[in-house]
């Protein structure tokens, strides 16, 4: 099992809709928790940490759920400038703080 | 305000080749990142370094050398090319590792090609 695991879409959605991604970890340990932006052929940019209680910055919304080890993203009104794909990344101790990335939910929001 | 720069940018390389990817991070940072990218496989780490002069291995570290000499320098070295090693590279930084409001800081990329 992978240590996050996240669908990699594509998710097509029109212009408007709410969606939502889960990302799922393996490790219980997990300590902190980011979803970050990437766009095609760019770098990765952070879009939010995870808090426990939950945040919201705009119309994004990010979720944590240690009980069952999944953080989500729901995105609403969606915009074609949100298009892109969105990284799940966990943090975890053992020896060294260990950064793991997920693969990625790519997002194609269409007009 | 630069930020975290990596050249070259491209690099097509033949078989058995050597060369070295240079990462510079004007922010003061720490903690310093290796990645590469691949298809499905999503962003793997290959070497860190947590402060000058101190380097250690990540997931995929084979066929890889890293060096700190100067804290806002991390060079990413491949002693002999492989196709394998056929890949996006993405140096990242940031203030500490972990940590809820940590943000890690990333490159523009370098798209390597090994033929």
């Known amino acids: 099992r992978k240590e996050v695991e996240q669908d990699p879409g594509p998710f097509n959605v029109p212009e408007g809709a709410t969606v939502a991604f889960n990302c799922t970890y393996s490790?219980?340990?997990?300590?902190?928790f980011f979803w970050y932006r990437q766009d095609c052929r760019k770098e990765p940019k952070l879009l939010m940490s995870?808090?426990?209680s939950g945040n919201e910055d705009g119309r994004f919304t990010a979720q944590l759920n240690r009980a069952s080890q999944y953080i989500s993203l729901l995105i609403r009104d969606s915009k074609l400038s949100d298009s892109a794909t969105y990284l799940c990344?966990?943090?975890?101790?053992?020896?060294?703080?260990?950064?793991?990335f997920g693969i990625g939910t790519k997002l194609q929001v269409i007009p | 305000n630069a930020g975290v720069t990596q050249t070259p940018k491209f690099r097509v390389l033949k078989t058995g080749q050597s060369m070295t990817l240079l990462c510079a991070q004007d922010?003061?940072?720490?903690?310093m990142y290796w990645y590469r990218q691949d298809p499905g496989m999503g962003l793997r780490l290959i070497h860190y370094?947590?402060?000058?002069?101190?380097?250690a291995k990540g997931e995929v570290p084979d066929g890889y050398n890293v060096s700190r000499l100067k804290k806002q320098n991390f060079l990413l070295g491949l002693e002999s090319a492989a196709p394998s090693q056929t890949s996006v590279y993405f140096c990242?930084?940031?203030?500490?590792?972990?940590?809820?409001?940590?943000?890690?800081?990333f490159g523009q990329g370098t798209r390597l090609t090994v033929v």
């Open positions: 990344v966990v943090t975890s101790s053992g020896g060294y703080q260990k950064v793991t």
């Open positions: 490790n219980s340990a997990s300590q902190s």
């Open positions: 995870v808090y426990s």
């Open positions: 922010m003061n940072h720490e903690y």
């Open positions: 370094s947590v402060g000058e002069g101190t380097t």
């Open positions: 990242a930084s940031s203030y500490s590792i972990g940590g809820v409001d940590t943000e890690a800081f």
